[in-house]
């Protein structure tokens, strides 16, 4: 579920193109193979509408966006932010900005390999944003599937830890009526109970405010009654799963505050990476419909 001024420019949209919206330099694609948006701001992934859909709605994107963003440099809520090279408040110093500073910064496209059946985009951020981390990203879309990579070279001399997510707004019927397979019996922080840890009965069925860390490397399968997504992932050991509830962000307007959920690919408190100079470390989620 994206904006309608997005719709728009998608619709006019044949080929790939750069446009403005909300004050943001975004990378538009209307191809054979479906619809892709990008913000240059966060790298982020904004829409993604397979051309394998079979959805009767003509907004049927697997992604979620606010209609009212922040203004510039604040991040937009929805679709995939790159978190990074923290998750959450889990700077070093506790002192850093929320889900780090990659999503606030300015990326650049570095290169677009198209064929005839899909896309792969590289993009850097435009600045340094680490001491000794570099992060790039990978896209990937085609008629079938969505996969995001996130890497980070150490290039420093000392070893360093780091946490991340990409932090997927997925487009759902209702967040309340959501289930989300996969995750029986892991282990789970429980962020609304200060971090109480806890074990999940059964699947996870949604039915209003949530905000967990589940310790699971395993895929999930995100069903919203009438779409089944199914989400996998590499590089990770923790799963957030997310929903604010009725209590929503001040970007977030009431009519659309249910129509995402948070399924987050993540690296967290549970699992921080140590990265050791010369080392890389890749995060990864890969999405697809079990429907198409
Ligand atoms: O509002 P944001 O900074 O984008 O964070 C949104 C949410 O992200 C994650 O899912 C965290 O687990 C939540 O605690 C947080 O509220």
Known sequence: MIPESLRALLDETQGQRRVEWAGRELWLANESWGELAISLQGAQVLHFLPASATSPSADAGWLWVTPTPQDVPG????????????????????????????RKADWRLDAADEHEEGIELHFSPAGRLHEQLVPRTVIQANAKRLHVELITEHRGETPVKMSGALHSYFAVADAHRCRVEGLA????????????????????????????????????????????????????????????GDDLPNDTPVEVGRRFLCVEAATTRLDPVWLVPGAQHLLATTITCEDV
């Open 185 to 244: 019996g892991a282990r789970y922080l429980d962020k609304r109970q200060g971090f109480a840890e806890c074990v999940q009965q059964g699947e996870l069925g949604i039915r209003g405010a949530l905000d967990r860390i589940y310790e699971s490397n395993r895929e999930v399968v995100l069903d919203d009654g009438s779409r089944r997504l199914r989400i996998a992932k590499q590089g990770s050991d923790s799963t957030v799963v997310w929903h604010p």
């Open 75 to 102: 991040a937009i809520r929805g679709g995939i932010p790159l978190c990074w090279p923290w998750f959450a408040d889990e700077s070093p110093d506790g002192q850093g900005p929320m889900h780090g500073p990659a």
